[in-house]
């Protein structure tokens, strides 16, 4: 099986831009869960898709967005870019409908906000 | 609140060596815990989990990991180290208590690893 992929892999914006990522999970799998990882705070839960519905969400202002298509693919958004949002943001795929199973990740988007 | 802490930021050990990696957590019921490693500019990967049954999980790579839940610690362990582990190494922790716990999981803040030859 193919593993998370995520587009782009690299991303340079400018504060007050938006931005949109995007994820497709493993074959089968339904949920999607992002991340934002940086070197001062480490790896943050953003939000978790699972068949088309937010679940779950972490704790990050309203510019941060996202929604799944009936093909479990996800996007994340982010809008008016401030310079603090420059991270590495990472996707997770799981085949499981309950709470807890195993995350696959995909290599990441790094994204600079100039 | 979940949380993990990772005391060791970071950990020099010889090729060949042995290596302990501390995870510690911080949560009320049974834990999901899980183990990732992260090379420079890649994604996370998953070298094992722990659900329940058999507190000694074994993983990829030949790493195994012993849950304690008298220490609320799930440490990470390998015989003998190979350059090639050199990395950055998260503990996670997932909670079973229902929708405000879906998809997420809580990491550490990351033991970074060097191997000298």
């Known amino acids: 099986k193919a593993g998370v992929t995520q587009t782009p892999r690299y991303l340079i914006k400018t504060r007050g831009q938006q931005v949109t990522l995007s994820c497709s999970p493993i074959?089968?799998?339904?949920?999607v869960s992002w991340y934002q990882q940086t070197p001062g705070q480490g790896l943050q839960f953003l939000f978790e898709?699972?068949?088309?519905?937010?679940?779950n969400k972490g704790n990050f202002p309203g510019r941060f967005s996202g929604r799944q298509f009936s093909n479990s693919r996800s996007e994340m958004n982010v809008s008016t870019l401030e310079l603090g949002d420059s991270a590495l943001y990472l996707c997770?795929?799981?085949?499981?409908?309950?709470?807890?199973?195993?995350?696959?990740f995909g290599p990441g988007t790094r994204l600079t906000v100039t | 609140a979940q949380s993990v802490t990772q005391p060791d930021i970071h950990i020099t050990v010889s090729e060949g060596a042995s290596l302990e990696l501390r995870c510690n957590y911080s949560?009320?019921?049974?834990?999901?815990l899980f183990w990732y490693v992260q090379s420079p500019g890649q994604g996370l990967q998953l070298l094992l989990k722990?659900?329940?049954?058999?507190?000694l999980v074994q993983g990829i790579k030949g790493f195994e990991a012993e849950f304690k839940r008298s220490q609320s610690s799930f440490n990470l362990r390998k015989p003998s180290v190979h350059w090639s582990d050199a990395a950055e190494y998260f503990c996670?922790?997932?909670?079973?208590?229902?929708?405000?716990?879906?998809?997420?999981?809580?990491f550490g803040q990351g033991t970074i690893l060097t191997v000298h030859p």
């Open positions: 996670a922790v997932g909670a079973q208590i229902g929708g405000t716990s879906y998809g997420k999981l809580t």
């Open positions: 722990y659900f329940s049954g058999d507190t």
């Open positions: 074959s089968g799998h339904r949920s």
């Open positions: 898709y699972f068949s088309e519905t937010q679940r």
């Open positions: 949560y009320g019921a049974t834990p999901y």
């Open positions: 997770a795929s799981s085949a499981g409908s309950s709470t807890v199973y195993e995350q696959y």
